[in-house]
């Protein structure tokens, strides 16, 4: 009777986080991402918060991630990959 009052909530709580509602990863096609995305760009003040939405392939994955950033941040990160290549590599040092 006692291992019985033990179990009997444990699998209780096991159940109650089995029969979640929240959703899985939701995976979503690209007719449905561009309608979000001008969604979204309808409300947009300028055109530096606008959103742009793409599907990026993942190593190691067949599914792709979705990406979703303002322009704004789309040509910082520009810029810093230029700034990256650009920059003058240090000179290896001799032992």
Sequence with gaps: ???LLIVLPV??????CA????????FVDDAHL??????YNANATTEEQKVVCTNRPRVGSRLPKTVC????QVALEERE???????????????
Excluded: C, N, V, Y
């Design 19 to 26: 029969a979640s509602d929240s959703p899985g990863p939701r």
């Design 11 to 16: 699998l209780l709580l096991l159940a109650a």
């Design 69 to 72: 950033r303002t322009r704004a």
């Design 1 to 3: 009777m006692k291992k």
């Design 81 to 95: 990959g230029e700034r990256m290549i650009e920059k003058p590599r240090p000179k290896p040092t001799q032992e």
């Design 34 to 39: 561009k309608a979000l995305e001008d969604q």
